[in-house]
């Protein structure tokens, strides 16, 4: 038993090494100036830095239309999947994790060539003003549904482990038994079980999100992971200083999601 868990710690200490190691060098790099010594220069010139508030906001304002389309899509068809037609269930985990399969330049070359042949093909047409308004710089809804497709894989896996653990056609049965219309049984009975996959799905799709690099650069448009590349070719360590303040913000909100699903479990159980 001393002996397991010796080789337990060893390994954790070794994994935390490979983890900790690049961080620690990428926070020396952007508060070690030669010549100037220790400066926070590069974390309080972030916020200054033009583009940073609008790249942001974009990234933030995308991940919650991904999580909310990407969620209204799959939730009800994951139930429904359990409940009338569990056969399906292997040809929709393949066609949900077919993304995994295609290259993402393969993916946005494909949804490029779309996007170039509406505007020529369909411009006596009202769909014409539909192929321009999801390619709004100021909210590119091209992008969220690129991300939705990116999302699946990842959001599948979190809500049929979610399931897996719930009882869902009890839960169904005897919310119909009660008076519950299916709207309403999905909403009171099945939802409130399912917050820790909720939260594990939302988690996944918001940190796809504010990394994801090549479908929206050679889109044409600058959500927060094209601009921290792009300020890096002039401005190094603060793109260091940027990516570092990004990765800590992801941990913080995956400690928030954490700490929010900890304390639902322990008010139900309550």
């Known amino acids: 038993m001393a002996r397991l868990n010796l080789w337990r710690w060893g390994v954790l200490g070794l ?5 900790l190691l690049p961080l620690a060098a990428s926070v020396v ?5 030669p010549g100037q010594g220790i400066t926070f220069d590069a974390y309080t010139r972030i916020v200054s830095t033009d583009g940073f508030t609008s790249s942001l906001l974009l990234s933030l304002e ?4 991904t999580i909310a389309v990407v969620l209204l899509l799959m939730v009800p068809a994951m139930v429904a999947l359990r409940l009338g037609a569990p056969r399906l269930r292997p040809v929709v985990e ?8 295609v290259p993402p330049i393969a993916f946005v070359a494909g949804l490029g060539t779309v996007l170039k042949w509406g505007p020529e093909h369909l411009s006596r047409t009202p769909l014409f003003q539909t192929f321009v308004a999801i390619q709004n710089p100021d909210f590119p809804v091209v992008l969220v549904l690129a991300y939705v497709v990116m999302a699946l894989p990842f959001v599948y896996r979190a809500l049929d482990a979610g399931l897996r653990a719930v009882d869902v056609r009890t839960l169904v049965e005897a919310a119909r038994s009660c008076g519950a219309g299916w709207p309403q049984a999905l909403v009171r009975a099945v939802l409130p079980n399912l917050r820790g996959a909720l939260l594990n799905a939302s988690f996944l799709t918001l940190a796809l999100v504010l990394g994801e690099f090549t479908v929206a650069q050679l889109l044409g448009f600058r959500p927060f992971a094209v601009w ?14 940027v990516s570092v303040l990004s ?11 954490a ?4 304390r639902t479990r322990t008010t139900s159980r309550g």
């Open 94 to 101: 393949v066609v949900c994790s077919l993304p995994l399969v």
């Open 228 to 241: 921290i590349v792009n300020v890096s070719g002039s401005q190094a360590q603060l793109s260091v200083a």
């Open 247 to 257: 990765l800590l913000v992801t941990w913080v909100l995956l400690l928030a999601l």
């Open 259 to 262: 700490g929010v699903g900890g």
């Open 62 to 65: 995308l991940a919650a239309a």
């Open 29 to 33: 790099f952007t508060v070690d100036v």
């Open 15 to 19: 994994a935390g090494l490979y983890f």
